[in-house]
C-alpha cells in the first residue's frame, strides 16, 4: 500500500492550494480516503474524508466550506482543494485510506508520507 501526496507549498493567507494523493499496490476503489493535518507541536487531527463512492464526504468544523475532497478511482486518486487558506491551517498534510470513512478521533491504516503546507500571514 502506497499513498503518495504532492501539491504542498508557500501561500499567503487567503490563497488556495490543490494537494493530490496517488494510491498504489492495491484496489482502493471499496476503500474511503481522507486527509489528516499535524501542525507543528499538535496532534494529528481530521481533515476530510470522502466515501468510496464519491458520494458523501466529511469535513473538520475547522475546513468547512473552505475545503473540498474528491477523488477519481480510475486514476487512483485523491483531491483537497484548499480556498481561503488561513496562517493555521499550516502543517504537514497526510493522504490515508481505509475500509470506513475517516472523523474525529479515528486513526486510519494506511498513511501516505506528508506534504508541508505553510500558510504566510
Known amino acids: 500500500v502506497q499513498l503518495q501526496a504532492s501539491g504542498g507549498g508557500l501561500v499567503q493567507a487567503g490563497g488556495s492550494l490543490r494537494l493530490s494523493c496517488a494510491a498504489s499496490?492495491?484496489?482502493?476503489?471499496?476503500?474511503?480516503m481522507g486527509w489528516f493535518r499535524q501542525a507543528p507541536g499538535k496532534e494529528r487531527e481530521f481533515v476530510a474524508t470522502?466515501?468510496?463512492?464519491?458520494?458523501?464526504?466529511d469535513y473538520a468544523d475547522s475546513v468547512k466550506g473552505r475545503f473540498t475532497i474528491s477523488r477519481d478511482n480510475a486514476k487512483n486518486m485523491v483531491y483537497l482543494q484548499m480556498n481561503s487558506l488561513k496562517p493555521e491551517d499550516t502543517a504537514v498534510y497526510f493522504c490515508?485510506?481505509?475500509?470506513?470513512?475517516?472523523?474525529?478521533?479515528?486513526?486510519?491504516?494506511?498513511w501516505g508520507q506528508g506534504t508541508l503546507v505553510t500558510v504566510s500571514s
Open positions: 499496490g492495491r484496489t482502493f476503489t471499496y476503500y474511503a
Open positions: 490515508v485510506t481505509d475500509k470506513g470513512m475517516m472523523r474525529v478521533g479515528t486513526t486510519p491504516t494506511y
Open positions: 470522502i466515501s468510496w463512492s464519491g458520494g458523501t464526504t
